[in-house]
C-alpha cells in the first residue's frame, strides 16, 4: 500500500509498504477519501506544542470502506461503509485523559489502507459521498460542539468562513437558529448568505464589528459566540454577545493577544466554554442529525491521491470557502 508520511525533515514522503493483515478487534479500511483540518498545517509547519513522533502517515479524518474484518470483530461487516472518529480514545462522556492522536502519536489516514480497532470508527451517513464524510470528524464536529443548546429564538455569530464556522452555521440553521456571520470578503459574504445566514459583516472594514452585530440584532446580542480567532477578536465578541451568553472557544486564528480585561464578560453575565472537537458519541448523535436534515459538507477542492501535497499548500496558502479534500 502506498501512504504519506511526514519525516523528519518535515517533509510528506510518499511511501510503499505492505498492506496489513486486521488483528482481534480490528478492521481494515480501505481509505476513500482524507480532509484537512488547521491542526494538520501546525504539525507539517514543526509548531505543534507537543513534538510529534517522525515518519508517522498524517491526517486525522478519513472516510472509508472496511474491506476485512479481524478476529472478534463485531462492529462492522465487510462493505460497510465509516468514518473515522477524531480523538480514537475518547468514546463519551467527559474526556479523561488525553490520548494517542493521528499523526502525532500514532499513523493517521493519508493512505490506500488502515487497519484500526472497529471502536474509532462510527457509520457514514449514506447520503454523503466519501469526500463529503471524510469532512465530519474534526471541523463538523467541532462546529457541532460549538452551537449546542442553540435553537429557536436564538442567534449564533459564526466568525469567518473557515471549516468549523460552516458547520457551525449550517447546524445551527437546522437547529433553528438566526446566524449572523462575519468575514473578510465581499465574494465570500454573499455565499454566507446563501448558506443561511440572515446577515454578513465585515470585520476587516469594520473593526468595531461587535457593537454592529448587536445593533443587528436590536441591542439585545447574539447567545452564542464560535470563536475562532481567539484574543484577537474576543473583546468584540463580548460585545456583541447578549446577557447570559456563550462564548465557545475554539481557535485562535488571530495569534496570541495582550489578555483581555474581564469585566465585559462579568458585565455579560457570560460563559466561555472551550471547545475541544468532541467524542465518538458525540460524532455518532451530530450524524443522526446530518442524515436527518441531509445536511451536505461545503467542499473547495479536491486533490487527488498523487498530489496530496499540494493540497497542504492549497489549504496553508490558498483562498478557499469549505473543506480541502484527498481523494483516494
Ligand atoms: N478547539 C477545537 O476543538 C478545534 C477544532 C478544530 C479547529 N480548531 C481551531 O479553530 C480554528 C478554526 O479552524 P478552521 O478549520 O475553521 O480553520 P480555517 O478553515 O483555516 O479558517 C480560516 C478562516 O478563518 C477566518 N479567520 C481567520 N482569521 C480571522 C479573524 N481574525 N477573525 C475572524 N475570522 C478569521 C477567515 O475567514 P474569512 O476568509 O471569511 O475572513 C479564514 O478564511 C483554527 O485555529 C483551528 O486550529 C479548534
Known amino acids: 500500500m502506498q501512504s504519506y508520511r511526514l519525516n523528519a525533515h518535515r517533509v510528506l514522503e510518499l511511501v510503499e509498504g505492505p498492506t496489513p493483515t486486521p488483528g482481534r478487534g480490528q478492521v481494515l479500511v480501505r481509505v476513500k477519501a482524507t480532509s484537512l ?36 470483530a463485531m ?42 480497532d ?29 452551537v449546542a443548546g442553540a435553537g429557536p429564538g436564538d442567534t449564533v455569530l459564526v466568525q469567518g468562513s473557515g471549516g468549523v464556522s460552516l458547520f457551525a452555521l449550517q447546524f445551527a440553521r437546522a437547529a433553528g437558529a438566526r446566524v449572523i456571520a462575519t468575514t473578510s470578503s465581499e465574494a465570500k459574504a454573499e455565499r454566507l448568505l446563501e448558506l443561511g445566514a440572515s446577515d454578513a459583516v465585515n470585520y476587516a472594514e469594520t473593526s468595531h464589528w461587535g457593537s454592529v452585530v448587536r445593533t443587528l440584532t436590536d441591542d439585545r ?5 464560535v470563536e475562532v480567532a481567539g484574543a484577537a477578536t474576543i473583546s468584540q465578541s463580548v460585545e456583541a454577545l447578549a446577557l447570559h451568553g456563550t462564548i465557545s472557544l475554539v481557535g485562535h486564528l488571530g495569534g496570541a493577544g495582550q489578555g483581555m480585561d474581564l469585566m465585559p464578560l ?5 460563559t466561555l466554554r472551550a471547545i475541544g472537537v468532541g467524542s465518538r458519541s458525540d460524532l455518532e448523535e451530530m450524524n443522526r442529525v446530518v442524515s436527518q436534515h441531509r445536511i451536505r459538507p461545503v467542499i473547495d ?28
Open 37 to 72: 483540518n488547521s491542526r494538520d498545517m501546525v504539525i507539517a509547519s514543526g509548531l505543534y506544542p507537543f513534538p510529534p513522533l517522525p515518519n508517522l502517515i498524517q491526517l486525522s479524518d478519513a472516510a472509508g470502506v472496511i474491506e476485512a474484518v479481524g478476529p472478534e
Open 266 to 270: 462579568s458585565l455579560r453575565f457570560a
Open 118 to 146: 472497529e471502536n474509532v470508527l462510527v457509520s457514514m451517513p449514506e447520503h454523503l459521498s466519501f469526500e463529503e464524510a471524510a469532512t465530519l470528524p474534526c471541523a463538523a464536529l467541532t462546529g457541532w460542539s460549538a
Open 221 to 225: 446580542g447574539v447567545d452564542i459566540v
Open 301 to 328: 477542492r479536491v486533490f487527488p491521491f498523487s498530489d496530496a501535497p499540494r493540497a497542504f499548500e492549497h489549504f496553508a496558502h490558498g483562498s478557499r470557502f469549505g473543506k480541502i479534500l484527498v481523494s483516494h
Open 75 to 116: 462492529r462492522f461487516r465487510v462493505g460497510d461503509r465509516v468514518v473515522s472518529s477524531f480523538n480514537p480514545t475518547w468514546f463519551g462522556g467527559p474526556v479523561r485523559k488525553v490520548g494517542q492522536m493521528y499523526g502525532t502519536d500514532i499513523d493517521g489516514w493519508l493512505s490506500d489502507y488502515a487497519v484500526v
